[in-house]
């Protein structure tokens, strides 16, 4: 019998869930913390299913990114890499069926299966400060995450949220969302995202020491110089 991927798996469910009318939503949700938007806020998965999700420190923890900007949910499940879009209206929330990578990741398939059906079985969300929880139609939780990330003040307003692991990181700004991989640096660390704001331009976050850091943009080139980069944004540590 051929293999299938999970998320080829899941995108069924989700498809049939889209198919079955908006679901009554609870009349109340915890308002949103505004240091946590809902949208932009990388959403670390705590628990799937009743399961709390355990990650092994050499691993990525699966996680999940609103985009407002284009509607765009993005994540990882453990295994595999996703995208898919979302409608958010009030306390209601669906996910559409996603795509993404198809890899077969030995002991991490059964959790990120179980992380796309209660994608798949959300209705609404409810959020009390940096806690998230994912809702069925009969409000009960399938899902909950934890906010984990570097939240910066840029050019003294702007909010930025960074989550670095040892090879790559993920950064939410103005409503989207940058996957970036680690780069050389003299000093420092240095993310590279390769698809920046601009067609043509790469993205790059520096920092020394965490505590404040510098994002710019640069033309995708190996012959740049410095003249050709410039600055996006300064920003400091909240």
Excluded at 2 to 26: D, E, F, I, N
Excluded at 90 to 112: S, V, W
Excluded at 193 to 203: Q, V
């Amino acid at each position: 019998m051929p293999k299938h991927s999970t998320l080829h798996s899941v995108a069924l469910l989700l498809a049939l869930a889209g198919c079955a009318g908006t679901p009554s939503a609870p009349s109340t949700v915890a308002a949103a913390d505004n240091s946590w938007p809902l949208a932009g806020t990388f959403w670390q998965l705590a628990e799937v299913g009743g399961t709390r999700v355990e990650t092994p420190p050499s691993r990525i923890a699966p996680f999940l990114v609103l985009q407002s900007a284009d509607q765009q949910a993005k994540g990882f499940g453990g295994c595999n890499r996703f995208d898919g879009g979302y409608a958010l209206d009030g306390a209601a929330l669906r996910f559409q069926p996603p795509g993404g990578t198809r890899h077969d990741c030995a002991g991490g398939t059964a959790q990120e299966q179980a992380f796309l059906q209660a994608l798949a079985a959300t209705a609404s969300w409810r959020q009390d400060g940096d806690r998230l929880q994912l809702l069925a139609a009969d409000g009960k939780p399938v899902a909950a995450f934890n906010a984990s990330a570097q939240r910066y003040v840029c050019d003294g307003s702007k909010m930025m949220f960074v989550h670095a692991e040892p090879r790559e990181a993920v950064l939410a700004m103005d409503g989207r969302v940058y996957s970036m991989e680690d780069a050389p640096v003299a000093s420092g660390v240095r993310y590279l995202a390769a698809e920046g704001r601009s067609p043509g331009y790469s993205l790059e976050w520096l920092t020394k020491d965490g505590s404040e850091g510098l994002l710019v943009e640069a033309p995708q080139s190996d012959a740049r110089s410095m003249a050709d980069q410039r600055t996006v944004a300064r920003c400091k540590r909240s």
